[in-house]
């Protein structure tokens, strides 16, 4: 098994600019997580899925954060437009479902300057 | 608020010595708890998980955890460390099967 796969792996954009991450959960998971991980706030959930469907999207910072998953198989988190203070690691995870244990990807270190 | 607390941010244990790392969830219903431990640069892997039964747990890699809910604590432990084990560990809970909270972190030193 692959585990979940995200990308980029680091990311280093200029303020104002675009930033999409992408992340592909393990196979037949159908629950899956964006988190954040900062020094100052630790680790954070942003946003969660289920079968597809946004159930939580109370941990996203501000209306410039979105997420999207079209399949099983994608989900992308989108900042637009970024800013310094969105330099973090963001992690995404996926489940079997309620209580099920959450698998984590390699993360992608992203960098706003 | 529901809440997880590790109150050690740094620890250094000498290789061969045991390990105890601390982790107290806020008061309410019982969670779901869980160990996960991040090397550098990496993700998080899951060591070990309490939903319910024995409140001893055993993990990967030699580690173990008791929940106490007297306590309301998730210690995880090891007899005798590796070098291999610094890294950083993070308690995290659910208290509706989904919405994980973490603890800040325990990062471990190991002295040769």
């Known amino acids: 098994d692959a585990g979940v796969i995200q990308s980029p792996r680091h990311e280093v954009t200029e303020m104002g600019q675009e930033v999409t991450l992408r992340c592909k959960p393990i196979s037949g998971h159908n629950s899956l997580f964006w988190y954040r991980q900062t020094m100052m706030r630790g680790l954070e959930l942003l946003i969660y899925f289920n079968n597809n469907v946004p159930i939580d999207d109370s941990g996203m910072p501000e209306d410039r954060f979105s997420a999207k998953m079209p399949n099983a198989s994608f989900s992308t988190l989108k900042i637009q437009p970024s800013e310094p203070r969105d330099s973090a690691v963001y992690f995404c995870?996926?489940?079997?479902?309620?209580?099920?244990?959450?698998?984590f990807g390699p993360g992608t270190r992203l960098t706003v300057l | 608020a529901q809440s997880v607390t590790q109150p050690d941010i740094h620890i250094t244990v000498s290789e061969g010595a045991s390990l105890e790392l601390r982790c107290n969830y806020s008061y309410g219903a019982t969670p779901y708890l869980f160990w996960y431990v991040q090397s550098p640069g990496q993700g998080l892997q899951l060591l070990l998980k309490?939903?319910?039964?024995?409140?001893l747990v055993q993990g990967i890699k030699g580690f173990e955890a008791e929940f106490k809910r007297s306590q309301s604590s998730f210690n995880l432990r090891k007899p005798s460390v590796h070098w291999s084990d610094a890294a950083e560990y993070f308690c995290?809970?659910?208290?509706?099967?989904?919405?994980?909270?973490f603890g800040a972190g325990t990062i471990l030193r190991v002295k040769s």
């Open positions: 995290a809970a659910t208290w509706d099967g989904n919405k994980l909270v």
């Open positions: 995870a996926s489940s079997l479902g309620d209580t099920d244990t959450q698998y």
């Open positions: 309490y939903f319910s039964g024995d409140t």
